[in-house]
């Protein structure tokens, strides 16, 4: 087995006909539940989870899969992927000789969550004055039999062309969640003194979002950059 980072590709008429396997061992503490995601197998191909299939997928889209019951926890795990091989099979008029296009795996990574986590994260500006207020939208999903109370706080922090660690705007807000769902959750943060993003000065923001239990302890995050301009 040879080392390699993630996205690789493969594919050529010196591997025609040749599948790409991949394997990485992972160690896994305590957790409630653990989602794979993977950004392609293009152009189709399947995952493994200590020897059994957890997932056969027929096209590039991005995976988001359910690995938990497949995982062992306080354990080493072996995460086993194949990407099938690629060849055009109509030919056009500019289509190169070697019909055995690239197949390849694109990047992968495996959250380990509670039950409550989020799932998605959207923001824009609703304005750009003193100060500026960013409209955040948080989805999360409650995978538990019961609802979920807590709160989310909201972090925003300058990350191009500077990045710093202490957040220039701050926010927390009670959330509650139905059992066995997703929510959306909305709220405006405002930021004062906002650096502006235009083509010639593309400031961007990093905004940080933590969901908490009803103790305050954080259980998950998410990020995302952005520039506040309308």
Not at 38 to 49: A, M, R
Not at 137 to 160: A, E, K, Q
Not at 178 to 193: G, I, L, N, S, T
Request: some cysteine; charged content about 25%.
């Amino acid at each position: 087995w040879k080392t390699g980072t993630l996205p690789i590709v493969h594919g050529g008429e010196r591997y025609a006909g040749e599948d790409l396997y991949l394997r990485k061992t992972v160690y896994t503490g305590k957790f409630d539940k653990a989602l794979l995601h993977i950004e392609s197998l293009d152009p189709e191909g399947e995952v493994w989870i200590n020897g059994e299939v957890a997932g056969v997928y027929n096209d590039r889209h991005p995976v988001e899969l359910d690995i938990s019951r497949f995982l062992r926890q306080d354990s080493e795990n072996l995460i086993a992927i194949r990407v099938k091989h690629f060849k055009i099979k109509t030919p056009m008029g500019h289509t190169p000789d070697d019909h055995n296009i690239g197949w390849f795996a694109g990047r992968m990574t495996v959250d380990l969550t509670s039950p409550a986590y989020i799932t998605g994260l959207y923001v824009h500006a609703e304005d750009v004055g003193e100060p500026a207020h960013l409209n955040t939208h948080i989805i999360f999903t409650n995978t538990d039999g019961v609802p979920f109370n807590g709160s989310v706080s909201v972090n925003i922090y300058p990350w191009y062309p500077v990045e710093t660690v202490s957040p220039v705007a701050r926010a927390r807000f009670p959330v509650r969640f139905r059992a066995w769902c997703d929510e959306e959750f909305h709220e405006v943060v405002p930021v004062h003194k906002p650096k502006l993003w235009t083509f010639d000065s593309p400031n961007l923001y990093k905004i940080e979002v933590v969901l908490h239990d009803e103790k305050g302890n954080p259980i998950d995050d998410y990020a995302v950059t952005t520039g506040i301009r309308t």
